[in-house]
């Protein structure tokens, strides 16, 4: 049942979103790039799960964290907040206008896709993380220093 509540969650996170930006110049479809962002996000960790079962409630906290803290709540924060400056009379004019006419469409994409990108570089860094392409002996020999590098 908690997995069905957090899939509506993302449902209708996704679809505020996209109604928030629909009229945004720049980020018109924001809802279905927090869908895409977080799919590769919940996809890449089921994946990862499989190769890394040792791990796998530690990946699942990590999936939630992602979706939700770094992708679904900033990124319908950052639409509302767009939506919100469309309406605003002092929005298209001065410098301030343009510089946030600007910048919050690329913070709304900088906010949706980059945790996607961060996520799935992690989820492969994880094997280098915990392994290490050293042997037994190597790996011994200079936790010890008994490499000969000591004097």
Same mark, same amino acid.
């Given at each position: 049942?908690?997995?069905?509540?957090?899939?509506?969650?993302?449902?209708?996170?996704?679809?505020?979103?996209?109604?928030?930006?629909?009229?945004?110049?720049?980020?018109?479809?924001?809802? !279905?790039?927090?869908?895409?962002?977080?799919?590769?996000?919940?996809?890449?960790?089921?994946?990862?799960?499989?190769?890394?079962?040792?791990?796998?409630?530690?990946?699942?906290?990590?999936?939630?964290?992602?979706?939700?803290?770094?992708?679904?709540?900033?990124?319908?924060?950052?639409?509302?907040?767009?939506?919100?400056?469309?309406?605003?009379?002092?929005?298209?004019?001065?410098?301030?206008?343009?510089?946030?006419?600007?910048?919050?469409?690329?913070?709304?994409?900088?906010?949706?896709?980059?945790? !996607?990108?961060?996520?799935?570089?992690?989820?492969?860094?994880?094997?280098?993380?915990?392994?290490?392409?050293?042997?037994?002996?190597?790996?011994?020999?200079?936790?010890?220093?008994?490499?000969?590098?000591?004097?």
């Amino acid at each position: 049942m908690k997995y069905v509540n957090y899939f509506l969650l993302v449902l209708l996170g996704c679809g505020l979103t996209g109604y928030l930006t629909a009229s945004v110049k720049g980020v018109s479809g924001g809802g !279905m790039f927090m869908l895409f962002s977080i799919t590769v996000i919940a996809v890449t960790g089921a994946v990862a799960t499989l190769f890394y079962v040792n791990l796998r409630n530690d990946l699942v906290e990590r999936v939630r964290n992602y979706i939700f803290a770094w992708v679904l709540f900033p990124g319908t924060l950052i639409a509302g907040t767009l939506r919100a400056f469309q309406t605003w009379e002092w929005a298209n004019e001065g410098t301030l206008g343009n510089v946030l006419t600007i910048g919050l469409p690329l913070l709304f994409i900088t906010s949706v896709i980059l945790p !996607m990108v961060v996520f799935v570089k992690e989820i492969v860094g994880i094997r280098t993380l915990h392994r290490s392409k050293l042997d037994d002996e190597e790996s011994v020999q200079l936790w010890t220093r008994q490499d000969g590098l000591q004097r």
